[in-house]
Structures are given as C-alpha cells and as structure tokens.
C-alpha cells in the first residue's frame, strides 16, 4: 500500500476569519490576544458575509471562523452570527471550519443547523492549565461534554486538536487530554499543536517543548486513535526546534503536516513516503481533498 504524507499550505486558500475582530475575555499566557490581530476581522452579519463572497471569487476553498472567547469558554459572537455561517454556506461552496470553543447542547444545535462543516475543538486535560493558563474555571470534563454534544446534534466532521506544553512548555493533561477524544468521539482528523513562545504573551520566554515529548505525545495519539489521521498543525514552533518536532511527529507516525519544513519533506520521502501537496487547512477531513485538488491542483 502507498505511503502518502500530506503537506497543507493554508494561505491564501483556506484563510482565518475573527467572530470577534480582536476582541476576547481572556488573557491566556500564551496567546494574550496577539493571533487574532492576523485574522479577518468578520465581527458583523454583514461582514462576514461580505468577506466570505469576497474571498469565494478570489479562490478560496474555505475558511476557518476562529475568534476570541468569554470568560465561560464559549466564543464570542457565535450565536448571533449563526445565521450569517447558514447563508454563508447557502450562498457559496466555501468548506466552514469553526473554532467552536465550549459548546452546550443548544449551541450544538444551532452550528450544525448553520451547516458548519468541520467543528474544531481544542481539547485539554488539565485543570490546572485551564485556570493558571487560560483564567478560566471550566473543568476537564466541560471538553468531554462539549465532544458529545457536537457529536450527539450530528455534525459530520469533529476534528479535535490538542496543544502539547500548554504548561510553560511542560507536558500537563496532554496524555488525559487524548483519553478524553477517544473515549468521546470518533474524530475525523486529530491535530497535535505545539506551545509557540510568543512576543507579547506571558510565555515569550518560556522554552519550547522537549522533541522527545511532542514524540510520547504523537505516537500516543497515534496508538489510541487507530485509523485516524494524526495532523501536525500550524500553530507550533517555527525557527528554533521546528525540524526537531517535526522530525519526532515524522517518526511518531505524523502524515500530514502544515507548512513542514524542506528537511522534514525530504525525510519523508527517505522513508518512503509520496509527497502530497494540498492548499487548504491540515485538518481537512479526506472527503474534501477531490474538492480541494480539483480547485487548486496539487505538487
């Protein structure tokens, strides 16, 4: 059987929209506000729809809608622009990934109602990372309910992601966190991020996760998820250490990946893998790739 290894390159094809322009409720240690001043801000009805027409007839094939959260977890805006993602989708082909953030059984509902496509959900398993990180007093289980309640209002594609050294770099519920997705759901894709010490955040100085962790971490998921996808995604490490966790995720047993470096293609192919180059987001369920290909081409 051919071994593929899939390379994504999200932009401009597969661009980040805020709900929230650059507004949150949080001020987590390791984002403090700072990426959603890189996305669209599509705050309105009215803008996000504008946008999304706009981005449609310059070739887009999807979006991701992310934004900030409230203090309870649960994103911003998110139920009053549910109409506007239903008429997005109405009106355009575009692929709809939503950062979902907490999710009762109503706001469930309503996202699958909207016809969202892929419900992004980042997963944690440590209580002590969600009050010292992120400032919030959720427990783990409020991801778990939020995994069935995407699961149970009948959304196609759940695609959880976990971020590996939320604690100051140090692994904390990153095993528990993994756990909770295969006891919960069957996932479409699972995505392993890695903490990325950011200018302007409480972490900018912090160091950055250990290779050999991020590689338990991958080949955990890997052998508690089997006949999943394992995708690392964008937001890890990109100068000091990004061939290292590339290569430990390679290794692990990683075949999709965004934007990896050149050493870590060529690495691939060495263990005999075919390159695959695909213009979308890494999370991107298989059953869209013939979409996707068929828009953009592939290398």
């Known amino acids: 059987m051919e071994k593929v290894f899939k390379a994504y390159y999200v932009w401009p094809r597969f661009p980040s929209l805020s709900l929230s322009g650059r507004a949150c409720s949080l001020s987590c240690k390791h984002c403090n506000r700072v990426y959603l001043r890189d996305m669209i801000d599509v705050s309105s009805p009215d803008k996000l729809i504008r946008v999304c027409r706009e981005l449609k007839e310059r070739g887009a094939v999807g979006v991701l809608l992310s934004g900030g959260c409230r203090r309870d977890g649960k994103m911003m805006n998110l139920r009053k622009l549910l109409p506007a993602i239903k008429r997005v989708k109405e009106e355009t082909d575009l692929i709809i990934k939503l950062?979902?953030?907490?999710?009762?059984?109503?706001?469930?509902?309503?996202?699958?109602?909207?016809?969202?496509?892929?419900?992004?959900?980042?997963?944690?398993?440590?209580?002590?990372?969600?009050?010292?990180?992120?400032?919030?007093?959720?427990?783990?289980?409020?991801?778990r309910k939020t995994l069935e309640n995407l699961r149970d209002a009948?959304?196609?594609?759940?695609?959880?992601?976990?971020?590996?050294?939320?604690?100051?770099?140090?692994?904390?519920?990153?095993?528990?966190?993994?756990?909770?997705?295969?006891?919960?759901?069957?996932?479409?894709?699972?995505?392993?991020?890695?903490?990325?010490?950011?200018?302007?955040?409480?972490?900018?100085?912090?160091?950055?996760?250990?290779?050999?962790?991020?590689?338990?971490?991958?080949?955990?998921?890997?052998?508690?998820?089997?006949?999943?996808?394992?995708?690392?995604?964008?937001?890890?490490?990109?100068?000091?250490?990004?061939?290292?966790?590339?290569?430990?995720?390679?290794?692990?047993?990683?075949?999709?990946?965004?934007?990896?470096?050149?050493?870590?293609?060529?690495?691939?192919?060495?263990?005999?893998?075919?390159?695959?180059r695909i213009e979308a987001c890494c999370a991107l369920p298989e059953e869209y790739e013939g979409k996707v290909l068929e828009i953009c081409g592939s290398g």
């Open 99 to 143: 950062h979902t953030g907490i999710v009762d059984r109503e706001l469930a509902g309503g996202i699958a109602g909207a016809g969202v496509d892929i419900a992004s959900v980042e997963v944690v398993g440590s209580e002590r990372v969600i009050r010292d990180v992120f400032g919030m007093g959720l427990k783990v289980d409020d991801y």
């Open 154 to 276: 009948g959304i196609r594609h759940i695609v959880p992601h976990v971020c590996i050294g939320l604690n100051a770099g140090k692994l904390d519920g990153e095993f528990r966190a993994i756990d909770l997705v295969r006891d919960s759901v069957k996932p479409s894709v699972f995505v392993l991020i890695v903490l990325k010490p950011t200018k302007g955040t409480e972490f900018e100085d912090v160091k950055i996760p250990d290779a050999g962790d991020v590689y338990r971490v991958a080949r955990y998921a890997k052998e508690s998820l089997p006949g999943i996808d394992i995708s690392l995604g964008c937001m890890r490490p990109r100068t000091r250490g990004r061939v290292e966790i590339e290569r430990a995720c390679l290794l692990a047993g990683v075949t999709r990946m965004e934007i990896p470096a050149r050493e870590t293609l060529q690495m691939a192919e060495r263990m005999g893998y075919r390159i695959r």
